[in-house]
């Protein structure tokens, strides 16, 4: 594994190399350099790996038009990067940017970075900010109630993706709720889900 992403890792830098004298960035060679990345934090290397999501970040920022496909990807895994590394506040500081980016696509109905966004959070840790992307997630579904069928994927996914975060948080009792509502869409019940009164049904407040 090490030689494989050595190897890699080699190619996406002298890739990025050969490009530098054009003024934009090549998306291919900074997909190549997020893979090196991702390879190094995969196997622990969390040192190489915070250089290369650098790197990538760097290239992203430089492009005449930011891909914010991209961009999400590199910030969500190099802040998970940075809070293994101990530097958490950096890492805050990356997922603010992240949630900004977000939000914008919220408010614009950006239906294909929301789509990018779901397969990032499948998966995602999100550290000191899981209350902000759980109040995200609780604000998408509103939104995705007047897009989208409850009984889609899209929906459904959305709903398992906020029980998620809410089980990350600690809320089970509320997670536990809505994989069963997540269930029962998929069944093609109704968009209906009742919650404990005794609970509190409200995301955890983000903290600064």
Wanted: hydrophobic residues 40%; charged residues 25%; contains cysteine.
């Amino acid at each position: 594994m090490p030689a494989l992403i050595a190897i890699v890792t080699l190619v996406a830098v002298l890739a990025l190399a050969a490009n530098a004298r054009a003024s934009e960035p090549d998306r291919s060679q900074i997909a190549n350099l997020l893979q090196s990345a991702s390879l190094a934090r995969g196997s622990g290397d969390h040192g190489q790996s915070a250089m290369l999501y650098e790197r990538a970040l760097s290239q992203i920022d430089s492009m005449k038009k930011v891909d914010e496909s991209l961009l999400s990807e590199c910030l969500v895994n190099y802040s998970d990067v940075l809070d293994k590394s101990g530097e958490r506040i950096k890492a805050e500081e990356h997922r603010k940017r992240l949630l900004a980016i977000w939000n914008s696509a919220l408010a614009s109905g950006d239906a294909d970075l929301m789509t990018e966004v779901d397969y990032l959070c499948a998966n995602a840790t999100f550290g000191a900010q899981t209350a902000d992307v759980a109040n995200y997630y609780e604000r998408l579904l509103a939104a995705r109630e007047k897009t989208h069928s409850p009984n889609s994927e899209v929906f459904i996914n959305t709903v398992v993706i906020y029980a998620r975060l809410m089980r990350s948080l600690g809320e089970k009792a509320i997670a536990d709720q809505l994989e069963q509502h997540a269930e029962n869409l998929r069944a093609g019940g109704a968009n209906q889900i009742e919650v404990d009164s005794d609970e509190n049904t409200e995301p955890p407040q983000s903290q600064d």
